[in-house]
């Protein structure tokens, strides 16, 4: 059962739900300095329905849990990419681009004094730019590649497959490596004492983005991909 309701305060319902802030931002409900009010006095601030908020903040929380109570691994290969594809590349796409003006933001308010937030501004550029060719690439390519060899393994297939795990391998080598690099950046994700709620926010999803991303690339190379070397 939800805990968030009408009398939740608005930085309360971001900490909570990080995506959330998405939807405060599209309706201009201030989230960071604002944020310590209820929802239904920010709804009505704006001249909203405060219900209608209310409903739209829970029906993020409830795809949140949906997601969480699946077991990929069990699925057939079929399944399991559709999987990948709808919840992580899907996630990335919607994700990254909501995500880096926040990044910016924090980075171009707090960046004098906390310089670190300057490279991670460079980090997540980088790493944005890999994950979506990344991603597409997969989608576009090698996902069909696979599914095809899986269902037809012929030698043809094989030696087309083969450098192409290989080559994704490498490359969610490399985006682990700027991940751990960001959180080695922020102690951990460590808000300093003085962080608003613009820079909470971008701490808990980029938190949120190396969990989600590790669970990714953890069911490509050790699923996905070890069904693939069987055939091998």
Same mark, same amino acid.
């Given at each position: 059962?939800?805990?968030?309701?009408?009398?939740? *305060?608005?930085?309360?319902?971001?900490?909570?739900?990080?995506?959330?802030?998405?939807?405060?931002?599209?309706?201009?409900?201030?989230?960071? @300095?604002?944020?310590?009010? !209820?929802?239904?006095?920010?709804?009505? =601030?704006?001249?909203?329905?405060?219900?209608?908020?209310?409903?739209?903040? &829970? &029906?993020?929380? +409830?795809?949140?849990?949906?997601?969480?109570?699946?077991?990929?691994?069990?699925?057939?290969?079929?399944?399991?990419?559709?999987?990948? *594809?709808?919840?992580?590349?899907?996630?990335?796409? =919607? +994700?990254?681009?909501? /995500?880096?003006?926040?990044?910016?933001?924090?980075?171009?308010?707090?960046?004098?004094?906390?310089?670190?937030?300057?490279?991670? *501004?460079?980090?997540?550029?980088?790493?944005?730019?890999?994950?979506?060719?990344?991603? !597409? #690439?997969?989608?576009?390519?090698?996902?069909?590649?696979?599914?095809?060899?899986?269902?037809?393994?012929?030698? =043809?297939?094989?030696?087309?497959? &083969?450098? /192409?795990?290989?080559?994704?391998?490498?490359?969610?080598?490399?985006?682990?490596?700027?991940? $751990?690099?960001?959180?080695?950046?922020?102690?951990? $994700?460590? /808000?300093?004492?003085? !962080? @608003?709620?613009?820079?909470?926010?971008?701490?808990?999803?980029?938190? *949120?983005?190396? &969990? #989600?991303?590790? +669970?990714?690339?953890?069911?490509?190379?050790?699923? /996905? $991909?070890?069904?693939?070397?069987?055939?091998?």
């Amino acid at each position: 059962m939800s805990r968030l309701t009408l009398d939740t *305060q608005v930085c309360d319902i971001v900490t909570e739900l990080p995506q959330s802030a998405d939807l405060f931002r599209s309706l201009r409900i201030d989230f960071c @300095c604002g944020g310590k009010i !209820a929802l239904k006095d920010a709804a009505k =601030e704006r001249k909203l329905n405060p219900e209608e908020v209310l409903n739209s903040v &829970k &029906k993020i929380e +409830e795809k949140r849990e949906q997601q969480s109570g699946i077991d990929p691994t069990s699925f057939g290969s079929k399944t399991l990419v559709s999987y990948i *594809q709808e919840k992580y590349h899907t996630g990335l796409r =919607e +994700e990254l681009p909501l /995500l880096a003006p926040y990044i910016t933001k924090v980075a171009c308010v707090h960046g004098e004094n906390h310089p670190h937030l300057l490279r991670v *501004q460079e980090i997540f550029k980088e790493l944005r730019s890999e994950l979506l060719d990344h991603t !597409a #690439d997969e989608d576009a390519n090698v996902f069909p590649l696979i599914l095809e060899f899986s269902e037809n393994p012929t030698p =043809e297939l094989k030696e087309k497959v &083969k450098p /192409l795990v290989t080559e994704l391998e490498q490359e969610h080598e490399h985006a682990g490596k700027l991940l $751990f690099e960001i959180r080695d950046l922020t102690n951990n $994700f460590t /808000l300093p004492d003085e !962080a @608003c709620g613009t820079y909470r926010l971008v701490y808990a999803r980029l938190a *949120q983005l190396e &969990k #989600d991303t590790f +669970e990714h690339v953890h069911l490509e190379n050790n699923n /996905l $991909f070890d069904r693939v070397r069987v055939a091998l």
